[in-house]
């Protein structure tokens, strides 16, 4: 017994040392970079601007100014409707190639999920370059369109538009959608599938009453990995959207460049992360609500 | 039944058309890129001029280009080490180290997925100022370190589950120390995971724009570099061969993180999630 006891000690004082060394470098990036630099942001937001690097004083103007200008209400509003749209186009597209990876893909399932996640690997800055080549003015639309005939002469109706942000947008997160989807639907017992045939469901009714909903955390999870980034985001308005494609991450980046207001910019992100919380909110309570298994 | 199975593979086939039509819409703008950085033009339009490889030639002798090369091959190697270490050690605790503040920090650093790139931009940027770092390729290496992260500790984490628990514990039964378990037995059974997570974070830190726009100092990185050359129309063509070169390593790159990250463990297949 004392021997156990004896052998038992130096382990667990090994362990502790173990412990400290494996935690600390978690702790100090998600402590310091991830919770400290939100809390940072936080507090900016709560300053006046007088150009020093935290700001002065105690208020809450900037938020008065994001809540009462209607330029704000209008760019915010325009970030949540491009980001639903393009969410919305992704989820439902890439819905059909998640269930076909899932239960039709057999052998090449290996391969397809390579390649549908192999763009995801390649630049972000090319992938939205490639659409400013198709949709320019001289670009690859307009002369493929005058090439066949169909126009007369070039038009300046696709680039710079919101409607060219929620495409380039769209393609360029739609393999963010597939592999949350093909998940939750490749861990649908196939003995399910069966019940509902056996018992004798239609396979569209089998699909609406037993797939969709087991599918529904997958769907959740695949609209929050794309409504996040593109809400944010504000390369690809600079580079296909125009002037009238202002989205709030372009200026939460002209308060911290050209406009230099740094609070005002830390209290555009808080509500941008307010908006976020909103949504993963709904997105938890629509999966309590629909298809949870658990 | 028979009626059933022919239904299936009707839907089969006409799922597989429309997969084939995704992948090509997929496909087909990055795909320009490539087409037009052959192209004898500095138009990126139809018909094609004829072949060339002049813009490639470009390419060589160019300070510019090459120190941001160089900047984004140091940074993107030292961003990886740091989240790969992070996503080893945070995982495993998750796993192993039955304490509440492991699970914790394992919640935290998957959060990144949740904040978008700008967010992290900007709350790091007034970071690095606090502590008077500043704008550097320190403050590049940390904001990378961040966004990669989440992806390194997903895959860490989806292989130590699949290493199978009596593993570890017949280490430990035999009187191996901690130290001794996880660097003897856990980390050589999940080496093939430590190098894709190694190969994705640095692809990650590699091509990464929107938090290194607020971070980077006096010296770019590649994407900043490109990011800078898209304003003149005449270096666009450049800029396609610099494209389609940094698509072709990525997709080796890719490929092989791929492979490295399904080998072992008798093919137990996880999800790739």
């Known amino acids: 017994m004392s021997a156990i006891i004896a052998a038992r000690t130096p382990e667990a004082r090994s362990s502790s040392g173990f412990r400290a060394t494996m935690l600390l470098p978690g702790a100090l990036v998600t402590f310091l970079l991830i919770l400290f630099a939100l809390g940072l942001v936080l507090f900016l937001a709560f300053r006046g601007n007088d150009g020093s690097l935290l700001g002065v004083g105690l208020t809450v103007e900037n938020f008065a100014t994001v809540a009462t200008d209607p330029l704000y209400w209008t760019v915010t509003l325009r970030s949540l409707v491009i980001a639903g749209l393009v969410t919305l186009a992704t989820v439902v597209t890439a819905y059909p190639v998640a269930y076909y990876l899932a239960f039709h893909a057999g052998h090449r399932r290996g391969l397809l999920l390579f390649l549908v996640t192999l763009p995801f690997w390649t630049s972000y800055l090319l992938r939205v370059f490639a659409w400013k080549i198709v949709l320019a003015y001289n670009g690859v639309l307009n002369s493929a369109l005058i090439e066949s005939g169909i126009w007369s002469e070039p038009t300046l109706a696709f680039l710079n538009t919101p409607a060219a942000v929620v495409v380039t947008l769209a393609h360029a997160y739609a393999p963010f959608a597939i592999l949350p989807i093909y998940v939750a639907l490749d861990t649908i017992p196939k003995s399910l599938l069966e019940a509902a045939s056996d018992l004798g469901a239609r396979p569209f009714t089998a699909f609406r009453r037993v797939v969709l909903p087991n599918s529904m955390p997958g769907v959740l999870a695949a609209a929050l990995v794309v409504f996040v980034p593109t809400v944010g985001d504000y390369v690809t308005p600079a580079m296909v959207g125009g002037p009238a494609s202002t989205m709030i991450g372009t200026l939460i980046q002209s308060q911290f460049g050209k406009a230099n207001d740094w609070p005002f910019g830390a209290a555009l992100s808080v509500c941008v992360m307010l908006v976020i919380l909103l949504v993963v909110l709904v997105a938890r309570g629509a999966d309590r609500r629909f298809g949870s298994r658990t | ?273």
């Open chain 2, 1 to 273: 039944m028979k009626a059933q199975g022919t239904t299936t593979t009707r839907d089969g086939r006409w799922l597989g058309l429309y997969v084939l039509a995704y992948l090509v819409f997929l496909y087909l703008p990055v795909l320009l890129i490539p087409l037009f950085s052959f192209n004898d033009s500095i138009q990126a339009a139809f018909p094609l001029q004829g072949l060339t490889l002049q813009w490639y030639a470009t390419l060589y002798g160019n300070p510019a280009l090459s120190g941001a090369l160089v900047n984004s091959l140091v940074i993107g190697a030292i961003a990886a080490s740091g989240a790969t270490l992070c996503g080893i050690t945070v995982s495993y605790m998750d796993l192993y180290g039955r304490s509440p503040l492991a699970a914790t920090i394992s919640t935290i650093a998957r959060l990144p997925i949740l904040i978008p790139g700008v967010i992290v931009g900007i709350s790091l940027l007034i970071l690095v100022n606090l502590v008077g770092l500043g704008p550097s390729r320190v403050a590049i290496v940390l904001g990378h370190i961040l966004v990669a992260l989440p992806t390194t500790v997903v895959v860490m984490r989806s292989r130590f589950v699949a290493i199978p628990r009596t593993v570890r514990e017949a280490a430990l039964d035999l009187g191996a120390s901690d130290w001794t378990t996880f660097r003897r037995v856990m980390l050589p059974l999940s080496l093939p995971a430590v190098l894709s997570a190694f190969m994705l974070a640095f692809l990650i830190s590699f091509d990464e724009f929107i938090v290194v726009f607020f971070l980077a100092g006096t010296e770019p990185t590649l994407p900043l570099y490109i990011w800078s050359q898209l304003r003149f129309p005449r270096s666009l063509p450049t800029v396609m061969a610099l494209g389609t070169v940094i698509l072709a390593v990525s997709i080796i790159i890719a490929g092989t993180a791929e492979i490295l990250r399904h080998r072992g463990l008798g093919g137990a297949r996880r999800n790739p999630a």
